[in-house]
Structure formats: structure tokens, C-alpha cells
């Protein structure tokens, strides 16, 4: 266990204060409505679609918003087209950065992520420039208030590949197609899971101090403020006394 924050850790604290404002709400809705048409609409045959479905009603999301975006998404009501899009870029020090979005104006999306890079530090870089360093992944976090060696053992048993440290948090990773198993043995066994993704993991990490983790920081956190961006990873591991002291 590293006992550093990595940025799952961070964006935690960061989903808390998106899900008052109703931000949140807003790219869940994207993505279960692009999970609904790329999948169809039953969540049992849709594994997308559910794991869309599960994270919605965790944040509390209304049902009825959950079945018009679902129908929006099979064609049943009428709705925007969203284009999935994933951009890959460097930040300050060379920390690689992955965003996948969900726009209905490509073009738009793309200027304002380049300008969000550039105003940081960092830049957007070619497709496939940074994608080699990540693997596709099922990442559960769990809080750290459960026993670590109950959540290895449950975990492990339900097929996850790894646990590892995130700061204020433990994160579970899977292959994507067992996120939705291994989730619910974790809550079946009495621990409760606060986020659960398919996500891009890093496959190692570069620690930061100082101006550049401040920098990065800001990158990543106005990435996570797009409307478009549904999901950022990057390959940053920043100590927790860094965290703190930014974050006061």
C-alpha cells in the first residue's frame, strides 16, 4: 500500500460536490443514454447499460430520469446523438492524460479540451500517443474504513486481479466484463462500494510535489468540469500532504 492519492482518490471528493450542483446527473444521463442505443434497453443484456443504471441509483437519480434517457438512447423518445470520443494528451512533467467524452459537437469538444490543456501546461496529443501506458479496466473504490484484509479476501474470491492504496480510499481492479460480479460480492459481503467504472488504469504511476502537482491538479480538475468529459485518467500520483496543503 503506497499511501499516496492518486487521482481516483481526488475526483471522490470532487463527485460529492458535482452531485449538489446536479452536474453529475448530467453525464449520467449521456451515458445511459449512449449505453441504451449502442446496447439496446434491457440492463440484463446490456452490461454497459446496467453498470450505467447501478451508478445513477447509487447518486440517487431519479427512476423516471433513468427510463427517458434510456429511451432516448433506443429511439423510443426523441433525443440529442451523442459521439463518443476519447482524446489523449501530456500534462506538466509529461503525465499522460486520457479523456473520453461524449459530445454532440466534435469539433467544439475539441477546441475547448485543447484550450483547457494549454492553459494548464500541458497539450493534446495525437491518438495513441499516450493509450499504450493505460489497460482497460473495471475499478471499484471502497472507502477505507473496511477491514482491507475482508475486502482482499471477498474481492479476490470474486475474480478481481488486484487492491491497491488511493489515499482516502481502496481500489478494486477487475476485467471489465466481472465489474458488475465482483461489485455486488463486495456489497454482499457488508462493505459499501462508492464508485464503480470500466475506466483506463495506468500502468504505473509519476509522482509529483509542488508547482507541477499543482498544475496537474487544475488540468485534471477542469477536464472533470467539461460537460462533454465523462471520465479522465491520467497516470499521476500525488503525496497526500501535497493534496492537503493544495487543497487548503
Known amino acids: 500500500m503506497s499511501g499516496h492519492s492518486k487521482w481516483s482518490s481526488i475526483k471522490h471528493k470532487k463527485a460529492a460536490k458535482d452531485a449538489k450542483r446536479g452536474k453529475i446527473f448530467t453525464k449520467m444521463i449521456k451515458e445511459i443514454t449512449v449505453a441504451a442505443r449502442m446496447g439496446g434497453g434491457d440492463v440484463n443484456a446490456n452490461p454497459r447499460l446496467r453498470t450505467a443504471v447501478n451508478t445513477a441509483k447509487a ?10 434517457a434510456i429511451k432516448k438512447g433506443t429511439g423510443d423518445l426523441e ?40 492553459k494548464h501546461g500541458g497539450n493534446l496529443g495525437e491518438a495513441g500517443c499516450v493509450a499504450w501506458m493505460f489497460s482497460k479496466k473495471g475499478l471499484i473504490t471502497v472507502d477505507k474504513t473496511v477491514p482491507e484484509e475482508r475486502l482482499f479476501e471477498v474481492a479476490l474470491d470474486a475474480g478481481a486481479d488486484d487492491i491497491g492504496d488511493a489515499g482516502e480510499l481502496l481500489e478494486v481492479t477487475v476485467a471489465p466484463e466481472k465489474l458488475e460480479d465482483v461489485k455486488a460480492a463486495i456489497e454482499k459481503g457488508g ?15 509519476v509522482t509529483l510535489r509542488g508547482r507541477e502537482a499543482e498544475q496537474t491538479l487544475k488540468l485534471l480538475e477542469g477536464l472533470e468540469d467539461h460537460d462533454d468529459v465523462q471520465r479522465v485518467a491520467a497516470n499521476v500520483d500525488i503525496p497526500q500532504e501535497e493534496v492537503e496543503r493544495l487543497s487548503a
Open 59 to 68: 447518486a440517487s437519480m431519479p427512476s423516471d430520469n433513468i427510463e427517458r
Open 79 to 118: 433525443g440529442v446523438h451523442y459521439e463518443e470520443v476519447s482524446y489523449e494528451g501530456y500534462g506538466p512533467a509529461g503525465v499522460a492524460i486520457m479523456v473520453s467524452v461524449l459530445t454532440d459537437n466534435r469539433n467544439r469538444t475539441v477546441a475547448e479540451v485543447r484550450n483547457l490543456f494549454a
Open 191 to 205: 462493505m459499501a462500494v462508492t464508485s464503480a467504472e470500466v475506466t483506463m488504469v495506468p500502468q504505473s504511476t
